[in-house]
């Protein structure tokens, strides 16, 4: 049982290296956009006024104060939300990347994407200070993103690949066979994102209670 495991986890390896090495060039492009997003993020954050710094550090302390206080997250209104956004951004995606002119919106998706996680990330360091920061935001961006960036770098690079091989192959019979596996790539993606949600609900709010009673 354990060799025939082992040889499952293997090959899974394998068709993963070959995937990426054979859309090397697409995923080149889709970390580089998701890149330049975590940039203008970052970069955004630091160039606003003294009234919206005051508004988001007001924000992210009244989180903070609210769970230091012992009030629990709700983690039923958590989930939902996580994963409708989720579903969301998948559907949009997959439709989006199965028309001819998709594919500016699906890199704007992605560097969207970015440069939300680089404002998170430099709002949070920028309120609580480098050390607490830094602490903050791992316990609740890393876990869930671990998950939600490669699926959306992979569902980037699905929705470019269907748009080469509709333009390389104009045939019915074609299309129809890569809308349907962009479709169950999507599913696929779509399933580890729920896996995301559910760290996002119940690891990473566990860790983030923990974290700020030691801030």
Not at 177 to 195: K, M, N
């Amino acid at each position: 049982m354990r060799e025939i495991h082992k040889r499952r986890k293997r090959n899974f390896r394998e068709v993963l290296l070959n995937h990426i090495l054979d859309n090397l060039k697409f995923y080149i492009i889709v970390v580089i956009i998701l890149i330049i997003g975590i940039v203008a993020g970052i970069l955004f954050i630091n160039n606003i006024n003294s009234e919206q710094i005051t508004e988001i550090q007001g924000y992210i302390n009244g989180f903070v104060n609210t769970l230091k206080e012992g009030n629990a997250i709700d983690k039923t209104a958590l989930l939902k939300k996580s994963l409708g956004d989720n579903l969301i951004l998948i559907v949009t995606m997959w439709f989006i990347g199965s028309t001819v002119i998709g594919i500016p919106i699906i890199l704007g998706i992605v560097l969207f994407r970015g440069f939300c996680l680089g404002y998170t990330v430099s709002a949070i360091i920028g309120t609580m200070g480098v050390q607490n920061g830094i602490l903050l935001t791992l316990s609740a961006v890393l876990l869930q993103n671990l998950i939600f960036i490669p699926v959306i770098l992979c569902m980037a690079v699905s929705c470019i690949k269907l748009y080469k091989s509709i333009m390389k192959d104009k045939r019915r019979e074609n299309i129809k066979i890569e809308i349907i596996r962009h479709t169950i790539i999507s599913i696929i993606l779509f399933l580890a994102l729920i896996v995301s949600s559910l760290i996002e609900t119940y690891i990473s709010s566990e860790i983030i209670m923990l974290t700020v009673k030691i801030l």
